[in-house]
């Protein structure tokens, strides 16, 4: 720091000041220091620098899975939010995974983050004793967790998925298969819970044997899907609880010699980029991706910005049917343009 403040003709203590944002430095002197810095190399310490000020100015995030586009885009989102405010992201991926999990937050806390954006995955159990050592604020998102007393930002997702069961009955579908992802998380607990009540809304009774479960990969959608099919009396129409495994459905569907739509009809959850470019294109539930990654990191800047005290708050977003050209109206055929 010598150095610097020798090249620039300055004094250490500013030189320190504007390093460590203790104090205001007028701009021509920053512009000095600055250009002082980049002729000799200094390299700014980091880990005192945090010690000192109390804080690394970096975000811990844990996802589920990063190559499911959904994730990929929150990530994306909460990226910039934490950019224009001045933190880095630490990201973590826990591939559902719920050692994996604990361990990355136990690393992402003794890298000293500011606070956490969590996607859980499993038991909340560790995860909540874990929140309640961490002293930092967390905000979970996607995923709530029973037990941990947190700003939270999720999704309707009971009230989407009737929505879109509701919308396959309307076509005059009443045997609907389902393929849903681990039970053990509330976005799946609650859109199984819609299936259900869309059925029993419509007097169509909730058949175990339409019901499939996989763990949110392409491959456990192909393998549900050809369970499916094999029924003797098989669904006409297919509801995936996420975008990965409707890839593995329609797979399926063409390796056993079927046509989307004309012979079964099929819908998903998550809109993805390209939902529109498949053929037949997906009818999906569409998240408001950009609103929930925001959100998740509003509510934590919030609480970074000194907001410790208040209750937690938890934000409710609705989906929205995307209505393509993926199911049918039983009794007629649909004509699919190339």
């Not at 100015?57 to 929150?74: E, M, W, Y």
């Not at 009737?162 to 298969?177: C, N, T």
């Not at 419509?202 to 990969?217: C, D």
């Not at 925001?294 to 800047?301: G, K, M, P, S, V």
Request: charged letters at 20%; glycine letters at 6%; proline letters at 4%.
């Amino acid at each position: 720091m010598l150095h610097v403040a020798e090249a620039a003709r300055v004094s250490v203590a500013t030189v320190s000041a504007l390093i460590n944002g203790t104090a205001t430095v007028s701009p021509e002197l920053s512009a000095r220091i600055e250009h002082a810095i980049r002729d000799i190399g200094y390299k700014r310490n980091a880990i005192a620098r945090s010690l000192k000020m109390g804080t690394t100015r970096t975000i811990g995030l844990t996802v589920p899975h990063i190559t499911n586009p959904f994730f990929t885009a929150v990530v994306s989102v909460i990226q910039q939010a934490f950019d224009r405010a001045g933190y880095a992201v630490m990201l973590c991926c826990t591939d559902e995974d719920l050692n994996t999990q604990d361990d990355q937050i136990r690393l992402l806390l003794d890298r000293m983050v500011d606070g956490l954006i969590v996607a859980r995955v499993g038991d909340g159990a560790i995860l909540e004793r874990i929140v309640a050592d961490a002293n930092v604020p967390v905000v979970l998102m996607d995923r709530l967790c029973e037990g941990v007393d947190t700003d939270a930002v999720v999704l309707d997702n009971q009230r989407a998925v009737f929505d879109a069961i509701s919308y396959l009955i309307d076509l005059g579908h009443r045997r609907i298969g389902y393929i849903t992802g681990t039970s053990d998380i509330s976005p799946m607990h609650d859109r199984m819970t819609g299936y259900c009540e869309a059925l029993q809304a419509a007097g169509l009774p909730v058949a175990e044997e339409l019901v499939r479960s996989g763990n949110f990969h392409e491959i456990d959608g192909y393998n549900a899907t050809m369970q499916l099919l094999s029924l003797h009396d098989r669904p006409s129409a297919i509801f995936s609880a996420n975008n990965p495994m409707v890839i593995g459905t329609m797979k399926a569907i063409r390796d056993i010699g079927l046509s989307c739509p004309e012979d079964i009809s099929v819908a998903c959850f998550d809109d993805f980029p390209w939902s529109d470019v498949f053929q037949p294109q997906l009818t999906t539930v569409a998240q408001p991706v950009q609103a929930i990654g925001e959100q998740a990191a509003n509510l934590l800047l919030d609480r970074l910005a000194g907001n410790r005290d208040a209750p937690p708050r938890k934000l409710v977003l609705k989906g929205r049917l995307m209505i393509r050209n993926s199911c049918r109206p039983l009794g007629a055929v649909q004509s699919v343009s190339a």
